[in-house]
């Protein structure tokens, strides 16, 4: 299972960024997807998941500003989440995850990170 993150990039406080994930695997194969992030001097944090049945998550900080959407084919999921409001505190690097269900279960995946960097 691959995970390929896209997306991020640099905005100023108050804008919007839409980060991408698109994991190489059949949905009936994952339990949850979401997102974590590595925000400087802080731990990895989750940021927002969504499940099998579309229950999604979200990290306390998020306060109604995140959106984290869910696509499919085949044996392609496509994550998505839409960051509105970005303020200064959300620059890091953010981390797409999925965890495996039936011939996956008791696996993660992760993907490669991508920057997001929001200006004051």
């Known amino acids: 299972v691959q995970l390929q993150a896209s997306g991020g990039g640099l905005v100023q406080a108050g804008g919007s960024l839409r980060v991408s994930c698109e994991a190489s695997?059949?949905?009936?194969?994952?339990?949850?997807m979401g997102w974590y992030r590595q925000t400087p001097g802080k731990e990895r944090e989750l940021v927002a998941s969504i499940n099998g049945d579309s229950f999604t998550n979200y990290g306390e900080f998020v306060k109604g500003r995140f959106t984290i959407s869910r696509d499919n084919t085949k044996n392609t999921v496509y994550l998505k989440m839409q960051m509105n409001e970005l303020e200064p505190e959300d620059t890091g690097v953010y981390f797409c995850?999925?965890?495996?269900?039936?011939?996956?279960?008791?696996?993660?995946?992760w993907g490669q990170g991508t920057q997001v960097t929001v200006s004051s």
């Open positions: 995850y999925a965890d495996g269900a039936r011939a996956l279960r008791g696996r993660s995946f």
């Open positions: 695997v059949s949905i009936f194969n994952i339990h949850v």
